[in-house]
């Protein structure tokens, strides 16, 4: 073996790492928040947990991956630290798959069709395919299906690579001399962990170990403590996760690396009793690809089985550990962390955006409750809340710029989109709230009352907008175009109505039943209402782009207005919200 081998080698991991890295994160970008979702659903108890875990690690083929996403939810507190137990134990059964992938790459036989089964027979044919998906689809998905297709083929080249350059040390009796070394049990577990976190992927680190067996120099003595040394290895991505995190995400990674080295001491003490007690005779024998494989997914599946029972026991651990609670927060926000899985924090997004569309629903009604009923303590509410929403504007919209520069689909553009538009409207709900605040306050401090009449027209208007809002709010929550179509009337007739109301002011104000100091705050009433009407109209058509995406905004509003269904519903809704006789 010489210099050019070991660039082989070097060329050949490099090749596998990309390779990996590819078809994981177009697996993910595939996926977008539906992991997201799976995961807030299925993580009630810990055998649910645990297969959800082995199958979205097996879905991305990175449990780093899983384990990085983990952290960045508890850190914004979508998840409990309890619910990752389970996923956590299940991504270490579901990153196995990866070692019997690159297990086929050792089966020789004289048979075509069985030969078709290597990978470097087949996985030039994946890669072609997945280049003309990439350059001839015009749909988001299949090209990802393509970036996934050579990505696969990329990482089976690299095995290829590195199977070629270790070959010659079946020849070398240096190597073989090495290889005594480890038939020490520590030596091996030190080995085996060292590497594995040096290169930070457990895949790329079986891989390697698969290609040295196939040189014949690799017994099963020396395999099984690398192979467990690779599970304490993987735990550096997950330390390296944790660096600025909140107290209980710090916890998952202590959870994570509690379990791989309580799984393998326990394991090492198991197996080593044996052999000392029975004497196992297949220690001296060679092992293949096929049988790395099986011993890696025999011990994670040992490993889990083992201390599945002891998850609250691990919970309790990891809080010793990190003993001290993070001081109490105003709210959570979104962890950067869930940037390398976009599809998640896309879904995060959302769950975020419609608390701030909840908080600014909110500040309007209570702004609205302070002309019948005026409290200082309401007031303190909505000053906060704006200056919450103020924050939320700044840091979502950041955060989603942030998402778009990322490699998202289609799909997820639009949603990125609907979003920055829907934040910059719900901050303008929050503004209005403000101004309704300040005409209440003015009212309150001033002992000024409207006539009967005025109170009579205003209560039609604001039950017309309290309608308006919760029909946007649902559409938005829901994303539901068809509930979305349903506001636009509304906004229309809310406009129709202030109209009105000004109109009988003027003539209220002439025969001397209102006075000019009432006119003004009730002109900055009604128009405040309207501005909120309009922006949920905005939020509304923001929907409908969403899933349509040749609307036009402008000339969306203006079909709309000339089609039957939107007179329709205007006459239902001016039938419904009539002011009283004058």
């Not at 393509?146 to 079946?170: Q, T």
């Not at 003993?323 to 899985?341: C, I, N, Q, V, W």
């Not at 175009?481 to 007739?493: G, Q």
């Not at 058509?541 to 905004?553: A, C, L």
Request: hydrophobic share 45%.
């Amino acid at each position: 073996m010489d210099i050019f081998s070991v660039f082989t080698l070097c060329g050949g991991l490099a090749f596998f790492l990309y390779g990996m890295t590819t078809m994981s994160k177009s697996l993910e970008k595939m996926a977008g928040g539906k992991l997201e979702r799976l995961l807030k659903r299925m993580t009630s108890s810990p055998f649910k947990s645990l297969l959800l875990g082995a199958a979205i690690t097996i879905a991305i083929q990175s449990s780093s991956a899983m384990t990085v996403m983990l952290v960045g939810l508890v850190n914004s507190g979508v998840m409990e630290l309890g619910q990752t137990i389970g996923v956590i134990m299940g991504s270490n059964i579901g990153t196995t798959l990866t070692a019997w992938i690159l297990s086929l790459t050792g089966i020789e036989s004289s048979s075509v069709f069985v030969n078709l089964l290597k990978p470097e027979n087949f996985s030039p044919v994946i890669a072609l395919a997945g280049i003309i998906l990439i350059m001839g689809s015009k749909k988001q998905k299949r090209r990802d299906i393509g970036r996934i297709m050579v990505g696969f083929a990329i990482l089976m080249y690299g095995m290829e690579l590195m199977k070629e350059s270790v070959s010659p040390l079946a020849d070398m009796p240096q190597f073989s001399s090495l290889l005594t070394a480890f038939n020490n049990p520590l030596l091996g577990v030190l080995v085996g962990a060292v590497f594995t976190g040096v290169i930070q992927s457990s895949a790329a680190s079986v891989g390697i170990l698969q290609a040295l067996a196939l040189t014949g120099s690799i017994t099963y003595g020396v395999a099984i403590p690398i192979i467990m040394g690779q599970n304490i290895g993987t735990c550096v991505t997950a330390l390296l996760s944790a660096i600025g995190v909140s107290r209980n995400a710090k916890r998952v990674s202590v959870i994570h690396i509690s379990f791989n080295v309580f799984g393998t001491l326990a394991c090492l003490i198991l197996f080593y009793g044996g052999n000392a007690i029975f004497g196992f005779g297949f220690l001296g024998m060679t092992v293949g690809a096929v049988g790395i494989a099986l011993c890696h997914t025999v011990f994670n599946v040992l490993t889990t089985l083992m201390l599945l029972p002891f998850s609250r026991q691990l919970e309790k651990l990891a809080r010793r550990v990190v003993r001290s609670e993070d001081a109490e927060k105003s709210f959570a926000f979104l962890d950067p962390r869930l940037l390398r899985t976009p599809g998640v924090a896309i879904s995060e997004c959302v769950s975020m955006a419609d608390r701030m569309g909840r908080l600014a629903h909110e500040n309007v009604l209570l702004a609205i409750r302070q002309f019948s009923e005026y409290n200082e303590e309401r007031e303190a509410e909505i000053l906060s809340n704006e200056d919450k929403l103020d924050i939320y504007e700044d840091r979502l919209g950041d955060y989603l710029v942030q998402i778009s520069q990322h490699g998202v689909s289609m799909a997820d553009i639009r949603t990125v989109s609907r979003l920055l538009h829907a934040i910059g409207d719900f901050e303008r709900l929050g503004d209005h709230a403000l101004n309704l605040q300040e005409s209440a306050r003015e009212l309150h401090e001033k002992e000024l009352h409207f006539s009967g009449e005025a109170k009579a027209e205003l209560q039609v208007l604001i039950s017309a907008l309290m309608e308006i809002m919760d029909k946007t709010f649902t559409c938005f929550s829901a994303a539901d175009p068809d509930k979305a179509r349903e506001v636009e009337p509304l906004e229309e007739t809310i406009d129709q109505l202030s109209e009105e109301i000004r109109v009988r002011h003027i003539r209220r104000l002439q025969t001397g039943e209102c006075t000019i100091q009432l006119g003004f705050i009730l002109s900055d009433l009604l128009t405040n209402l309207e501005r909120v009407s309009d922006h949920c109209s905005n939020i509304a058509i923001s929907v409908i782009e969403e899933y349509d995406v040749s609307v036009d905004p402008h000339a969306y509003l203006n079909s709309i207005k000339t089609g039957g269904d939107f007179t329709e519903g205007l006459q239902k809704d001016l039938a419904r919200f009539h002011l009283p006789e004058a």
